[in-house]
T-cell receptor, first 116, second 114 residues
Framework: AQTVTQSQPEMSVQEAETVTLSCTYDTSENNYYLFWYKQPPSRQMILVIRQEAYKQQNATENRFSVNFQKAAKSFSLKISDSQLGDTAMYFCASLYSGAGSYQLTFGKGTKLSVIP | EAGVTQSPTHLIKTRGQQATLRCSPISGHTSVYWYQQALGLGLQFLLWYDEGEERNRGNFPPRFSGRQFPNYSSELNVNALELEDSALYLC?????????????FGPGTRLLVL
């Protein structure tokens, strides 16, 4: 079974600053994907970024980038130039094809507050 | 292009009743997943439907069931409701489920059991 751990229940950052959210995971699979999802107070779960495990290059999406350390099983999210709209719960998740199932395994989440 | 839609937005039931939640996937997506987000328990996988068949279920009792229709929309039924079933139920869809595909989520249905 896969596990995903987010060790920071809450974080805050000043507007326009940079913040990094941590995530570690545990899997014996070779082929898997990792995701960061954002859930604002409106509760809609929004995809932020995706990383395929077979790719060595870290994924980036505008102000969002990841630091994927496969050997260390670490997958952190960096948010640059933080904006008020980034205030949300952030969930790290893994997806693998173990036993023919494709469910996401989520961490407990990190509540990020962007302070004006 | 429309995203995943869910109805109703909110649902209030009493213990012992049945609840029916609905989900329409993104056009072209054939896989639908249901997750429960309960306070203090995080997000837990409930059910996965692909091509009209139930492919996998999480660690939930049989009173949680559902189905997928020919148009790939899905229904989640919760029978004999218990207070601890109060949660946000999220539906997600992806392209054909036999591969690692990104899951896109709907806005959720908030179920409150009194």
């Amino acid at each position: 079974a896969q596990t995903v751990t987010q060790s920071q229940p809450e974080m805050s950052v000043q507007e326009a600053e940079t913040v990094t959210l941590s995530c570690t995971y545990d899997t014996s699979e070779n082929n898997y994907y990792l995701f960061w999802y954002k859930q604002p107070p409106s509760r809609q779960m929004i995809l932020v970024i995706r990383q395929e495990a077979y790719k060595q290059q870290n994924a980036t999406e505008n102000r969002f980038s990841v630091n994927f350390q496969k050997a260390a099983k670490s997958f952190s999210l960096k948010i640059s130039d933080s904006q008020l709209g980034d205030t949300a719960m952030y969930f790290c998740a893994s997806l693998y094809s173990g036993a023919g199932s494709y469910q996401l395994t989520f961490g407990k989440g990190t509540k990020l507050s962007v302070i004006p | 292009e429309a995203g995943v839609t869910q109805s109703p937005t909110h649902l209030i039931k009493t213990r012992g009743q049945q609840a029916t939640l609905r989900c329409s996937p993104i056009s072209g997506h054939t896989s639908v997943y249901w997750y429960q987000q309960a306070l203090g328990l995080g997000l837990q996988f409930l059910l996965w439907y692909d091509e009209g068949e139930e492919r996998n279920r999480g660690n939930f009792p049989p009173r949680f069931s559902g189905r997928q229709f020919p148009n790939y929309s899905s229904e989640l039924n919760v029978n004999a409701l218990e207070l601890e079933d109060s949660a946000l139920y999220l539906c997600a869809s992806s392209l054909a489920g036999r591969g690692l595909e990104t899951q896109y989520f709907g806005p959720g249905t908030r179920l409150l059991v009194l």
